[in-house]
């Protein structure tokens, strides 16, 4: 799996191309070998309210659906609504036990 922290991509314009090449580039790859077996690709982002791509970054999860998010910062509510609605997975990064059985 390979993972990328969605905050080095700027501006947003930067992580939408990313996020499109990355779909792209996969999507090529299984066509060209469909027996092959291609790992996911993960997005990890910032979920704290006060993170002001927020908005923006749920839009482009929802627009390229990675099959993997991993949140940091705050709650993944509003994440694993959009995710789950097209068979993605969340993980939460949790720095405490506490923040862990919440997430669960």
């Known amino acids: 799996i390979g993972s990328f922290p969605a905050p080095n991509a ?14 792209e580039e996969l999507k ?3 066509e060209k070998d469909p027996d092959r ?10 979920v704290h309210r006060s993170y002001s791509r927020l908005q923006e970054e749920l839009a482009l999860i929802q627009k390229h659906k990675p099959q993997l998010v991993i949140t940091s910062l705050g709650s993944p509510k509003h994440v694993v609504n ?6 993605g ?7 405490d036990v506490k923040f862990a059985r919440k997430a669960a």
Do not use: C, T
């Open 10 to 23: 700027r501006p947003i314009e930067v992580l939408d191309q990313w996020m499109g090449q990355l779909n």
């Open 37 to 46: 077996k291609i790992a996911p690709w993960a997005m990890n982002m910032v």
């Open 28 to 30: 090529e790859a299984r």
């Open 82 to 87: 959009i995710v789950h609605e097209y068979g």
């Open 89 to 95: 997975l969340v993980f939460s990064d949790v720095s």
